[in-house]
C-alpha cells in the first residue's frame, strides 16, 4: 500500500529514489481522493521494484503542496531522478495511469 510521506522526508524519499516515483496529494475529506487510493492500490503490485508509491496529506504537509503548486486534489505527479516528469490533475483510471507509468519507464 502507498507508503504516507511528509514534509520533512519528501526530498530524501523522492530525490534519493533509485525508482520512478508516483506521489499521491490529496487529503482525507476529498471524495475523489478516496476514490483514487484504490485505483493506485491496485496499480502498485504491478510496478513493484519498479515504482515507488507515495501518498501526501496536503492539510498536513503544506510545505509539499505549496513547493509543487498543488491547487487541486487528488494531483499525481510522477518523478523521475528526482524531478516531476508527469502530472495528473483530478480523478484518473487505471488505463490512464498505466499508460503514464509505461511510459515513464521506458
Known amino acids: ?3 504516507e510521506v511528509t514534509d520533512v522526508r519528501f526530498d530524501e524519499e523522492v530525490a534519493n529514489s533509485d525508482k520512478v516515483v508516483l506521489v499521491d496529494f490529496w487529503a482525507p475529506w ?3 481522493c478516496l476514490m483514487q487510493g484504490p485505483i493506485l492500490e491496485k496499480l ?3 510496478y513493484e521494484g519498479k515504482v515507488k508509491f507515495l501518498k501526501v496529506n496536503v ?5 509539499s503542496a505549496a513547493k ?3 491547487m487541486s486534489i487528488p494531483t499525481l505527479i510522477i ?3 528526482g524531478q516531476p516528469v508527469d502530472q495528473v490533475i483530478g480523478l ?4 490512464n495511469l498505466k499508460a503514464i ?3 515513464v519507464l521506458q
Open 30 to 32: 476529498c471524495g475523489p
Open 92 to 95: 484518473t483510471s487505471e488505463s
Open 101 to 103: 507509468l509505461d511510459k
Open 79 to 81: 518523478f523521475k531522478d
Open 1 to 3: 500500500m502507498s507508503r
Open 68 to 70: 509543487y503548486s498543488i
Open 44 to 46: 502498485e503490485p504491478a
Open 59 to 63: 492539510d498536513e504537509n503544506q510545505s
